[in-house]
T-cell receptor, first 115, second 111 residues
Framework: EAGVTQSPTHLIKTRGQQATLRCSPI?????VYWYQQALGLGLQFLLW?????ERNRGNFPPRFSGRQFPNYSSELNVNALELEDSALYLC???WGTGLGAYEQYFGPGTRLTVT | KQEVTQIPAALSVPEGENLVLNCSFT??????LQWFRQDPGKGLTSLLL?????REQTSGRLNASLDKSSGRSTLYIAASQPGDSATYLC??????????FGAGTRLFVKA
């Protein structure tokens, strides 16, 4: 069974540009989560999508947005890139949510570098 | 506000030693707690998931315990090996399905 996949592996952008990161969950999983892991800051929760809807977001500005497609894959968009957006972006998926929430499985991440 | 703390921040042990990693959280209203390992520059690998109603979970040489009332979890690694060298993260899943991660314990097992 294929795990969570993310693309691209690496992305280099210039300040002010837009970045699009993609995630495909494990087959059968309906929830997708996005996290940012910046150097020295640890893992920060960004966004949670379930059944095509944004269910929750962390403390990030609106220029971080995304969507979930009917096939449950997801896209994270970061507009007006800033240098501090440079980080490893991790996507995770699970097949259950809410009470008794289920295990999250992580992808390998996308390394975004903003110059 | 939920905060997750992991102690120690780093640990270096000789191969074969048994060790304990600690995770504490400030709000006991959690759905579950999950332990991960992360190799440098890589994604996270799930090790163990403990539901809020459970006290412990075991997988091979790993055993994780959960004491919700005291806001603590421990990850016990038996007979450590150089391949265990990685950063170990604990995460609590809370209401609104936010996941709060600790900063991690960096483990180095010397051959």
């Amino acid at each position: 069974e294929a795990g969570v996949t993310q693309s691209p592996t690496h992305l280099i952008k210039t300040r002010g540009q837009q970045a699009t990161l993609r995630c495909s969950p494990i087959s059968g999983h309906t929830s997708v989560y996005w996290y940012q892991q910046a150097l020295g800051l640890g893992l920060q929760f960004l966004l949670w999508y379930d059944e095509g809807e944004e269910r929750n977001r962390g403390n990030f500005p609106p220029r971080f947005s995304g969507r979930q497609f009917p096939n449950y894959s997801s896209e994270l968009n970061v507009n007006a890139l800033e240098l501090e957006d440079s980080a490893l972006y991790l996507c995770a998926s699970s097949w259950g949510t809410g009470l008794g929430a289920y295990e999250q499985y992580f992808g390998p991440g996308t390394r975004l570098t903003v110059t | 506000k939920q905060e997750v703390t992991q102690i120690p921040a780093a640990l270096s042990v000789p191969e074969g030693e048994n060790l304990v990693l600690n995770c504490s959280f400030t709000d006991s209203a959690i759905y579950n707690l999950q332990w991960f390992r992360q190799d440098p520059g890589k994604g996270l690998t799930s090790l163990l998931l403990i539901q809020s109603s459970q006290r412990e979970q075991t997988s091979g040489r790993l055993n994780a315990s959960l004491d919700k009332s005291s806001g603590r979890s421990t990850l016990y690694i038996a007979a450590s090996q150089p391949g265990d060298s990685a950063t170990y993260l604990c995460a609590v899943h809370t209401g609104g399905f936010k996941t709060i991660f600790g900063a991690g314990t960096r483990l180095f097992v010397k051959a």
